[in-house]
C-alpha cells in the first residue's frame, strides 16, 4: 500500500507520512456519507418545509422531502468518493503533482482500486462491466416476476401496482444497462487500447462517469419502498405526476445518470478526436471507435433533454408548477416530445456499439478485409442524423400533431436505409471469408436474424395507419425487445466473450459460451414470437391481466423467458468461473489486427510501452490474388 | 476485324456460392414471405372495417416487398455457413482474396432499399390521406368518449346526447370519435376496427371509423393509466340501424 | 466434464431460487387472500328471466380497526378499509345482491362520472330503504366499481356510489351505530375475472391521492371472481 509523502509544503496537517484524505476515501465512505446525508436533508426538509393544508393536494410534501432527500444522497455519496477531491485541489491553486496522480490510477494499490475512484480506464472498464452484470441481473429477476404473473391470464399472483412498478422499472433499469453495456466495459477498456492511447482524455471525468452510475442505483432501487412507480418506463406525465414517491427515485436516477452519460460522452468524444495513435487517420481508425463515438455523440444532445423533462416533473410534484397539467395551462404533449426527443436517438445510442463491435469481430473470424468501411461508416453517420428527427413516430397516436404524421413517417422509413448499409457490411464481410466458427461468430448471425424481425417490424410500425392498429399493444413490446435486446444485447455478450481475454487475462470457457447463447437465442426467439402473436390478436401492453384469448402466447412467451433465465445464469457462470480459473490467454488469442491485441496480458498501467505509429488500418487480412 | 479480344469474365452465375445464393433466396423468400405474412395475418382476426381490412393488407404486402431483402441476407448467411468452417483454438488461413467494397453491390443495394422505401411511403401517405378525409365527413354520426381511470363512457351526441358506458355502433355508418380525458392519458383502441386514438386530458382528439360488419368487438385501453388499466376494456356492439334505434331509446336517446 | 457441467447447472439453480424467493416474497405481501363466496338466496325474477340468486355483505370503515387487518388495525390502522372480506366469489348467469354499511365521512368526489349508479338491474340502487341513481356529488364516502377484461364472455360494469356520513355522525372511536346502508343487485354473465375498486380517490401521497389504501388489496380494493357454478 503506498502512502502519498511526496505532499506540498504548505499542505495542512502534519509534515509525518499521514494518509491522505484521497487515500482514505472509497466506495464504502461514500455509501455511508451519502447514507448520513440522505437522513439528514429528509429531516431538515421535514422541519423547515411548511406543512401542506388538507385540502391542497396539487402538490404533497412528500416528494419535496424524498426529491431533498435523494439530492443529500447524492451530495453525500459522490464528497465520500472524492470525487470533488481534485476539482477543490485545483481550485486551491495546489493541482494534483504526478504521485497523487498515479495513486487515483491506481498505481501499487492491488485490488483495492476497484473500489475507489479510479482514473484508469481499465479499472473504470471493470467498473462498468460489474455493475452492467448488476444491473442486467436485477433487470432480469423483475423480467421474470413480470412473466411468471403474465403465466396465467387472470393475473392476480402480482398486485396491479406491484405488477405496474416492476414493469415500469425493469424498463428504465435495463434501458440504462442496455446504453452502458457496450460503451461502459469496452467503450472505457478497449476503446483507448485500440487507438494507441495511455488513457483517455480527461481520465478523473472517466471516474466521475461510472460512480454517478452507482450514485444513481439506490434512488431507483428505493422506488419500491416508495409506493414503486406507476408508469411503465416512459414515466409519461399526468401518470407520473400522481405517482407515489417512488417516482421522485426514477427522477433522481436519470437526472444522475444523465450527467453521467454527458460526461463519458464528452470524455470518449475528446479522447477518439484528439488522442489517436501517430498515423492512426480516419480512415485506419477500427470501425468499433466510429460506433461507440457516434453512440455517445448522439447521447450528448439527447439526454440533457431528458434531464429537463425530468426536472420539470420533479417541479411539478413537488412545488405545484402546471407544465404537464393542461389545468394550469401545461400540456402532456410537451412532455411526451421531450421524452422521444431523448427517446428516439437513445435506442440508436444502444444499437450502434453492439452493431459496430460485431463488425469489429467479423473481419477476425472470417480472416478477410471489412466490406466497404465506408458504408459502414455512412451507414452509422446516417443513422445517427436521422434519429433526431423521427421522435413523434413515438406520437402518431397522440392526436398532438396529425399534419406531422406524414413527415415523420417519411423520416422513419428512411432511418431503413442507412440500417440497411450496416446489414450489407455484415453480411458482405461473412460472404467468401474463411470462417472461424466461434461464439462471437455465432453472434454475428444471431444478429442478423434477431435484427432483420426487429427491423421489419419496425417498418409496419413506421406506417401511420397500422400504427393505429400496434401502437400500445405487445406488438411494440415485442419489436423493441427484437432490436435492443436481440441485436443489442447479442453485440453485448458477444463483446464480452471477445475481449475477456484483454480485460481478465483468461479465457472465456468455451463450452459455457456456446450453451448461454443456444440457450439465450432459443429462449428469447420463442418468448418473442409468442408476444408478437398476442400483439396482433389485440393484447395492450403493460397489463397485469389479459383476455383468456391470449392464454397460448403468453405461456408461450413465459415459457422462453425461463429459457432465457437458464442461459443467463449460464453466462453469469461463466463470467465468474472463467474469470477466476479459466485458461490463461495468450496476448492476442484471435489473431486481430486491431491495437488492443498488441499488448500483453495484464495490461500494463499505461498500456504501451512505446506508443505506437500506425501504418495501415486494421483490415488486411486475405491474401493478394496471384 | 482484330481477332484480339479481352476475354469475357466468367458469368458471375459460374461460382459455386453464387448459384447456392441464388437458390436458396428464391427458397427463403418465398417461405419467409408466406409464413411472415399469413402467420401475421390469421393472427390479426377478421376485419370489422375497411380500416382494418387496409391495415391488413398492408401488413402482407409490406412482407412480402421486405421478404426478398431478409430472403437474400437469410441465403448469403446460410450459403456461408455451409461453407467449411473452422472450428478450433487458432484461426484458419486468410481467405483468398482482399476484396474491401464493391461498387456494384453496395449501388444495387442502396437504390433497391430507397425504392423499397419510397414504396412503403408512398402507400402509407396514400392511407393516411383517406383517413384523415374521412374524419371530415360531415354525414358521419358523432359519439363522444371520455376515459377516466378506469372506465370509458359515451355521450352519443346525435342522438339526444344519452350517456352510456356500452359502445353501440350500426353497422355500415361512419362515426366519429371525439375523445378526451379525465385524468391522465389512455387511448382509445377498437381492436378489429384497427383505430386508435389517446384520450389526453385537456384535449379533445378524434378518429373515425365505418364498421361493416355486425358482431361484438373489443375496446381495449391502450396506454398505462394506473392501477387498473388492464380492465380498462369494454365489448363494442355492431348492429343494425334498427337494432342500434332501439338500443339508443332504451338510454334514453333519440333514434 | 462433468464437473463444470454441475457447476454451471448449480448456478442455474441456485439463481432459479433466488428469483423464486423473491417472487414468492413481492407476490405474497397481499394483505388478504381470503375469499367470500356468495350466499345463496333462492331465486329471483329479473328482465332476463328467473335466476338463482346469491348475496353478499361488507362495509366500508373510516379506519383499520374493524379487525380484519389484525389486532389493533395492523400495519396502517388509519387507513380506510373494506371488510370484512376483501376478495370475492360468486356465481356465473345469476343476480347478487350486495349490501354494503358504508361507516365513513367523505367530501366532494372527483370524478361525478362515479356518484351515480351504473350497471344494476334497473340502474337503481336503495339508500336506507329508498331508491336512488345518483347521490350528491359533494358527499360521497366511497364508490363500489367493478372492472373487467373484455373478454369472450359478457362484461360486467357496475359501479354504485355509498354517500357519506355527515363529520358529526363519525364517532372518535368505534363506528357510528347508523351507517348508510346500500343495497343492489345485478346479474352476472360468463366466468370471468374482475376486480373491484372505490373510485373515490382519498389516499394520500399522491396528486390524485390514488395512493396508500386506494392502490392496496385488501384496503380499497380487491377481486371478484365470476365462476361457473
Known sequence: ????????????????????????????????????????????????????????????????????????????????????????????????????????????????????????????????????????????????????????????WLQPQTYNAIVGTHGIIMIVGTIIMITGPFGNFIMPIMIGARDMAFPRLNALSFWLIVAALPPILSSFFLGGIPTGWSAYNPLADQAPPGMDGYIMFICIFAISTMVAGANITTTVVKMRAKGMTWNRTPIFIYGTVASVALALPAFPVFFLSQVMSALDRATGSTFYDTRGGGSGWLYENLFWIMGHPEVYVILIPAVAALMEMAPVFTRRPLFSFNLAIMGIAGISGLSVLVWAHHMYMTGWAPLLAGPFMLTTELISIPTGMLFLVLIGTLWRGRLWMTMPTASIYALLWNFMIGGITGIYLSDVPADAFLHGSMYVTAHFHYTLMGAGLTGAIASLVFWFPKMTGRMFDKTLSWVAFWLIQIGFNVAFMGMFMVGLAGQPRRVEAYAHMYSQGNMITTAGAYVIMAGMLVLLHGMITSWRSGVMAPMNPWFGKTLEWTVPNPVPLENFEVLPIVTEDAYGYGRKQS | ?????????????????????????????????????????????????????????????????????????????????????????????????????????????????????????????????????????????NVNVTGQQWVWNFDYVDNGGARSQDLYLPVDRPVVFHVTSKDVLHSFWIVQMGIKIDANPGYVTETSVTPNKIGIYDLRCAELCGLYHAYMQKKVHVVSQADYDTWIQSQGGKA | MNKRFFAALGTVILGAAVIAGIGTYVASAKNDSRVLAATPAGTMVTPQGTLPHYTLDMSSYPDSMAGSHGKDGGVHPDWVTYGDYTNFKVPAHSVITITIKQYDSGARITNDFFATVHGTIDGTATLNGKSITTVDPQAVGHTFTLHGLADANSQLFVSVPLPSLPDSAVPDSGYSKTPNVVTFSFITGGAGEYVWNCEYPCGDGTTARFGGPMSTQGYMSGNFTVANA
Open chain 1, 1 to 156: 500500500m503506498t502512502t502519498l509523502t511526496n505532499r506540498p509544503a504548505s499542505a495542512p496537517g502534519s509534515s509525518a507520512p499521514k494518509k491522505a484524505l484521497m487515500e482514505r476515501l472509497n466506495v464504502f465512505t461514500a455509501f455511508g456519507l451519502g447514507i448520513i446525508m440522505a437522513v439528514v436533508f429528509w429531516y431538515a426538509a421535514k422541519a423547515l418545509l411548511p406543512a401542506n393544508t388538507d385540502g391542497s393536494f396539487i402538490k404533497t410534501n412528500r416528494d419535496q422531502w424524498v426529491l431533498l432527500s435523494m439530492i443529500g444522497w447524492f451530495i453525500g455519496f459522490m464528497t465520500g468518493i472524492g470525487a470533488l477531491i481534485g476539482p477543490f485541489r485545483w481550485l486551491l491553486g495546489k493541482d494534483l503533482n504526478h504521485d497523487e496522480n498515479m495513486f487515483y490510477a491506481g498505481k501499487d494499490q492491488g485490488v483495492k482500486r476497484y473500489f475507489r475512484y479510479t482514473t484508469d480506464h481499465k479499472v473504470v472498464g471493470i467498473q462498468y462491466l460489474v455493475v452492467t452484470t448488476v444491473i442486467f441481473f436485477v433487470g432480469g429477476v423483475l423480467a421474470m416476476l413480470i412473466r411468471t404473473n403474465l403465466g396465467h391470464p387472470g393475473g392476480g
Open chain 2, 1 to 141: 476485324m482484330s481477332e484480339v479480344e479481352t476475354p469475357k469474365r466468367p458469368s458471375i452465375l459460374k461460382s459455386k456460392d453464387v448459384r447456392m445464393t441464388a437458390i436458396l433466396w428464391v427458397i427463403f423468400t418465398a417461405i419467409i414471405g408466406f409464413v411472415a405474412s399469413t402467420v401475421q395475418v390469421r393472427a390479426m382476426g377478421a376485419p370489422a372495417s375497411e380500416t382494418m381490412a387496409t391495415t391488413i393488407k398492408m401488413m402482407r404486402v409490406f412482407t412480402w416487398a421486405a421478404s426478398p431483402v431478409a430472403g437474400l441476407v437469410a441465403a448469403m448467411a446460410a450459403t456461408t455457413l455451409l461453407a467449411k468452417r473452422h472450428y478450433g483454438d487458432t484461426p484458419p488461413e486468410d481467405a483468398d482474396h482482399e476484396i474491401r467494397s464493391s461498387a456494384k453491390a453496395s449501388s444495387t443495394w442502396l437504390v433497391v432499399s430507397a425504392i423499397l422505401c419510397l414504396f412503403a411511403v408512398i402507400w402509407g401517405m396514400i392511407v393516411l390521406q383517406n383517413d384523415n378525409a374521412a374524419l371530415l365527413n360531415a354525414k358521419a354520426m
